[in-house]
């Protein structure tokens, strides 16, 4: 699938996946940001079926995405259409097409336990109830697509994640607040760009959680980073989200389960320190 369509390839996940791929021939559609190779017609689906059979496109990705819960809360018509009506649109344009599609979801979501791929999850707020929605318009339409549930840190490009905004703090020593009840289990974004590769090659379908193995609190990163960058992590200071009146409402355990991805690429365990 050397011939790739991306959407929202300026932001964090996409950057770095144009970084990490430049084998590949990626054309990138919906960007803010300067980024290689950037399609420019009007986004309409004639436009991008000629398109696609022009330059023999066999894979779409869907980046692209609203994930600043505030934002989705105050923009819920910007959010609908860029969370929902756009992944649902590249699911039915990638069927008609005979493409392979793969969109990228969320683990924002609710569950007594670990949260597996076919857990009856809750959600609290508009973002998580999009993101729900858009899984089940994607495969509703297209059963052969791959959605990939994750929370991703370690940037390769000039976009940050949590991660690079964790260590700029750690290394000038400036306290940083994190939550010591906000529970995750996030891998680093190349692991995650490798098992998209993996499950591509495999010719997966359905959703995957790409998680590591253990549920971990925003405190405990900080103090993982701190070891990581070899940095004292005196200046992470606990906090808790529940105090936290001026946020929309927020999953405090949004832990993935994933069995399923390593039993079906094979792989024993997924450590966040190694793989970090």
Do not use: W
């Amino acid at each position: 699938m050397k011939n790739q369509l991306i959407f929202g390839g300026s932001g964090l996940l996409g950057s770095n996946y144009n970084i990490l791929n430049k084998d590949l021939n990626i054309y990138n559609f919906f960007f803010k940001r300067k980024v290689p190779n950037p399609l420019k017609i009007k986004f309409n689906i004639l436009n991008l079926k000629k398109f696609i059979k022009k330059k023999k496109i066999k894979l779409i990705i869907n980046f692209a995405a609203i994930t600043n819960i505030e934002d989705c809360e105050t923009k819920k018509n910007l959010a609908f259409k860029t969370n929902v009506i756009l992944p649902e649109k590249l699911s039915i344009l990638s069927k008609d097409l005979k493409i392979k599609f793969l969109h990228i979801s969320t683990d924002h979501y609710i569950a007594k336990k670990k949260i597996k791929e076919k857990t009856k999850v809750k959600t609290c707020n508009y973002y998580s109830k999009n993101k729900l929605l858009a899984e089940k318009k994607i495969l509703y339409h297209n059963k052969n697509a791959i959605i990939l549930r994750t929370n991703f840190l370690k940037s390769h490009s000039a976009q940050k994640s949590f991660f690079e905004k964790i260590e700029k703090s750690l290394k000038s020593n400036k306290k940083i607040y994190l939550f010591n009840d906000v529970y995750f289990n996030p891998v680093s974004i190349r692991f995650l760009i490798n098992v998209i590769k993996n499950l591509l090659n495999k010719d997966a379908r359905g959703i995957y959680n790409v998680s590591s193995d253990k549920c971990i609190t925003k405190y405990d990163l900080g103090i993982m980073i701190a070891k990581k960058i070899n940095c004292s992590n005196k200046s992470i200071i606990k906090s808790s989200v529940s105090s936290r009146r001026d946020l929309v409402a927020r999953p405090k355990k949004m832990c993935l389960d994933n069995t399923k991805l390593k039993k079906f690429l094979k792989i024993k365990k997924i450590d966040l320190f190694e793989n970090l």
